[in-house]
């Protein structure tokens, strides 16, 4: 259980809720400091539940979703 | 937080995440409390890494756990389950303040580890703290009472939901399905629980299901929060009533 929240949560516009798999996701509005946090976040909370498992995220992009349009 | 001593770089691999891991150095305490002895008649072993931790913020967290596994029978009682061990481990990360920890494959080493800083904690600032997290809705809300057990009925709720699937698996004929691949399973059975007991609300209570800005960071943590609420409220949200429609029987 973590303390404090993350610094990805304190701007509505840095993530979205992705409600078929009940977690956060980042938007392409994120910073990178928000994307570093989102990363330190869900790697404690993935490693923090099982003995002799080890989750990092390879590629922050899997969890970014696209809401600006392309010019 | 990836089990014995380990440690992992963030992305930018300048700063290592560790926890201590002392679980087969951690001896049973020899403060053989009346809480203690009560909780090792329920396979609970304190371990002697929670003796720094104030009498005042241990033996409350004890006593709410003994409730738990008295009233939760149905899992703590759990035949394939090893004792419960209640531990204190360093965490290097000061924002993680305990965890419930298992193996993945099977129902072994299963502890609940509460962060080392607790040593230096009042059970006044930890009720403190805990407020603060509720006054922003980042946890679930728990009566004034209750504050200083909030984090020891978020874990149990952990575990709760782990026994919960061993046996959803075993009832399903899907054990051998979940030896394949348990980080799989378990995240689609957590997924599942959560579209349940939303589903339940929203039949039930005809309102939306809500959580905590916490739980909403996964399907395993949407049930601790949910839990923890359902336990330590007078006045628990729909939401925390539906999973006790659910853990009554709505499986």
Partial sequence: MLLEKPLFLNNPEWYVVDDEK?????????????????????????????????????????????????? | ??????SYFNRSGSMRIKVSDTY???????????IVEK?????????????????????????????????????????????LKVRTETFSNPNVKACFRCQIDTFKRPEIIFNKSYQRDTARE?????????EIGYWT?????????????????????????????????????????????????ANEMRTKIR??????FHTTSTTSIYGTSDPYEFFAETFSEMLTCDNPSDTAKSLEIYLKGEK
Avoid at chain 2, 126 to 134: D, F, G, N
């Fill in chain 2, 199 to 204: 589903s339940i609300c929203k039949n039930t």
């Fill in chain 1, 22 to 71: 009940g977690r956060y996701l980042l938007t392409d509005k994120a910073p990178k400091e928000a994307q570093q946090s989102y990363i330190e976040f869900y790697e404690t909370l993935e490693n923090s539940r099982w003995h002799s498992q080890e989750f990092k995220i390879k590629d922050i992009n899997d969890y970014i979703v696209k809401t600006t349009q392309d010019k």
């Fill in chain 2, 1 to 6: 937080m990836g089990g014995r001593g380990s």
């Fill in chain 2, 141 to 189: 809300k728990s009566d004034r009472q209750n504050l200083l057990v909030h984090t020891m009925t978020h874990e149990m709720g952990h575990y709760v939901q782990r026994v919960l699937t061993e046996q959803i698996a075993k009832q399903r004929g899907e054990v051998d399905i979940r030896a394949r691949n348990p980080l799989q399973y378990d995240d689609d059975i």
């Fill in chain 2, 126 to 134: 930890v009720e403190t703290q805990v407020q603060k997290q509720i």
């Fill in chain 2, 39 to 83: 909780l090792t008649k329920r396979n609970v072993q304190v371990m002697a890494s929670t003796d720094k931790i104030p009498d005042e913020i241990l033996t409350p967290n004890l006593k709410q756990l003994d409730r738990i596994m008295s009233r939760f029978r149905q899992y703590s009682d759990y035949a394939e389950v090893e004792n």
């Fill in chain 2, 24 to 34: 087969d150095q951690d001896k049973p305490t020899n403060n053989r409390t009346r």
